[in-house]
């Protein structure tokens, strides 16, 4: 069923870590027992097909995940089956002011939100996350940008490996200098309309977008999947405007995809289920068990 949890997640309460890959599902699954340990709250991983489905190798080490917790004692969260009068209006100032600003300190203390792609005069930044972060990643080398290039053009790249609640400081210290960010995450906006959120009324902060470009046309698709293609269309498209020439020669490079053609074996059915056509039905194989429909 096509699916985006994490508004649900963030309906709850619930900070949320978006693995890429095999490795950060280790990773960010150790974190997340420790993100719940440090802030009092729930955690939970945001886990798409691409990542569940995939094969890929992972480092295991006792020594990997270096969790850097700070005073966990300050802001110890006891559960209560207490919900009423003064106890529920408690919880619920500690849910607001202790206990989620405890897990955007611990996704700072742990360096889960980091810059990846820096250049010394940017001016464009990408916003990304989980899987589409490293579509994110191939599809300026499907244009054929390198790393250099992008630092070269002023590309700057952040990835969000908590994306609720959303860390203000690392967003805030991503966007320092630019013109504008571009938010790709697939489904509906999540991401964006909480980074409009923290920049907005900020002096010369840069304009944001994801969904849509700035004329307004459709950037990136909030239905079925986001994968390195659909990344590469919209992201030349940015490029282009700001006279990156290798973004200009790729869109004007044909790129449609050759159709497969796999041969079609007939197939005869092999068991019948036993339906109102039962009686009349020259397919009905020879084993078939199940006989007519039986009636109420």
């Not at 002023?154 to 967003?171: N, S, T, W």
């Not at 571009?182 to 920049?199: C, G, M």
């Not at 010369?204 to 459709?218: L, Y």
Request: aromatic fraction near 6%; proline fraction near 6%; charge should be positive.
């Amino acid at each position: 069923m096509p699916c985006a949890s994490e508004a649900s997640l963030a309906d709850l309460a619930i900070p949320t870590l978006y693995p890429a890959d095999a490795q950060d599902v280790l990773d960010f699954g150790l974190h997340a027992q420790f993100l719940s340990r440090f802030s009092g709250l729930w955690s939970g991983l945001k886990i798409t097909t691409p990542v569940a489905d995939a094969a890929s190798t992972a480092v295991v080490a006792r020594d990997r995940i270096s969790v850097v917790e700070g005073d966990i004692g300050a802001g110890t969260h006891k559960p209560s089956s207490m919900l009423l009068g003064a106890q529920l209006m408690a919880l619920e100032r500690s849910l607001h002011e202790v206990r989620l600003p405890r897990a955007v300190e611990y996704a700072r203390l742990n360096r889960l939100n980091h810059v990846v792609q820096r250049g010394s005069s940017d001016r464009i930044g990408i916003l990304t996350s989980g899987k589409t972060y490293l579509d994110v990643r191939e599809a300026p080398r499907m244009i054929g940008l390198t790393d250099e290039d992008l630092a070269r053009y002023g590309v700057r790249i952040l990835k969000l490996g908590m994306i609720f609640p959303l860390e203000r400081d690392a967003v805030i210290e991503f966007a320092d200098g630019l013109d504008q960010v571009v938010v790709v995450e697939e489904k509906r906006p999540f991401l964006e309309p909480a980074v409009k959120e923290i920049l907005f009324g900020r002096s010369h902060a840069p304009f944001v977008h994801g969904k849509q470009d700035k004329e307004g046309r459709s950037l990136f698709g909030r239905s079925g999947e986001l994968d390195a293609d659909s990344i590469a269309a919209g992201l030349s498209r940015v490029l282009a405007a700001l006279g990156v020439e290798a973004a200009r020669a790729w869109r004007q490079r044909p790129r449609a995809r050759a159709a497969l053609s796999l041969p079609l074996l007939a197939r005869s059915p092999y068991y019948c289920s036993g339906c109102r056509a039962w009686r009349r039905c020259r397919q009905r194989p020879p084993r078939c068990r199940a006989g007519p429909p039986r009636r109420r």
